[in-house]
Antibody, heavy 119, light 107 residues
Framework: QVQLQESGPGLLKPSETLSLTCTVSGGSISHYSYYWGWIRQPPGKGLEWIGSVHYFGSTYYNPSLQSRVTISVDTSKNHFSLRLSSVTAADTAVYYC???????????WGQGTRVIVSS | EIVLTQSPGTLSLSPGERATLSCRASQTISSSQLAWYQQKLGQAPRLLIYGASSRATGIPDRFSGSGSGSDFTLTISRLEPEDFAVYYCQQYGSSVTFGGGTKVEIK
């Protein structure tokens, strides 16, 4: 089964752009059956889906974040990425990458990466 | 957006007891497209149940899911020490949303 590992800066200032990468191992990001997603969890709170992507290029975003989010796939590096613009303190969270198949229940998760937004 | 409300917020039980967790949706979830996850402190969530009642690979049979429409239940038949955690429901019938979670704590 695939394994996922998030990476990226852990500290950002307000108004900056958050950029995270999820590296996939044990399988190809180009597998037609897989979709790749991002979920976040603010400190002490529940889970929020950010969006998902298929290697064909199809993207699906949470309507509440859509105006600030871009998710993309790099098949040459077997990873996918999240960009979230104009961050505020409300974007402070643990960010997880995850994968699913035909239906959007997340079968495999990365360990998560903590992002803090603070001036 | 489909809002999922989980109850109770906290469930205090002893090992060996039965746990019943509820997840109620603000509208009908098509084709029972509901999943349950377990999350332990400092860890990523782990998929337990999908399709409302199908156990994920490697999940013990003391975990069971039921329900349809807008009312769903996760039951843990006999709590083991490792089952004390936070549980989330998630719907994927219309976009993706998660419930607020139920914490199962040791009484």
């Amino acid at each position: 089964q695939v394994q996922l590992q998030e990476s990226g800066p852990g500290l950002l200032k307000p108004s900056e752009t958050l950029s995270l990468t999820c590296t996939v191992s044990g399988g190809s990001i180009s597998h037609y059956s897989y979709y790749w997603g991002w979920i976040r969890q603010p400190p002490g709170k529940g889970l929020e889906w950010i969006g998902s992507v298929h290697y064909f290029g199809s993207t699906y975003y949470n309507p509440s974040l859509q105006s600030r989010v871009t998710i993309s796939v790099d098949t040459s590096k077997n990873h996918f990425s999240l960009r979230l613009s104009s961050v505020t303190a409300a974007d402070t969270a643990v960010y997880y990458c995850a994968t699913y198949g035909d239906y959007e229940y997340f079968q495999q998760w990365g360990q998560g990466t903590r992002v803090i937004v603070s001036s | 957006e489909i809002v999922l409300t989980q109850s109770p917020g906290t469930l205090s039980l002893s090992p060996g007891e039965r746990a019943t967790l509820s997840c109620r949706a603000s509208q009908t979830i098509s084709s029972s497209q509901l999943a349950w996850y377990q999350q332990k402190l400092g860890q990523a969530p782990r998929l337990l149940i999908y399709g409302a009642s199908s156990r994920a690979t490697g999940i013990p049979d003391r975990f069971s899911g039921s329900g349809s429409g807008s009312d769903f239940t996760l039951t843990i038949s006999r709590l083991e020490p490792e089952d004390f955690a936070v549980y989330y429901c998630q719907q994927y019938g219309s976009s993706v949303t998660f419930g607020g979670g139920t914490k199962v704590e040791i009484k």
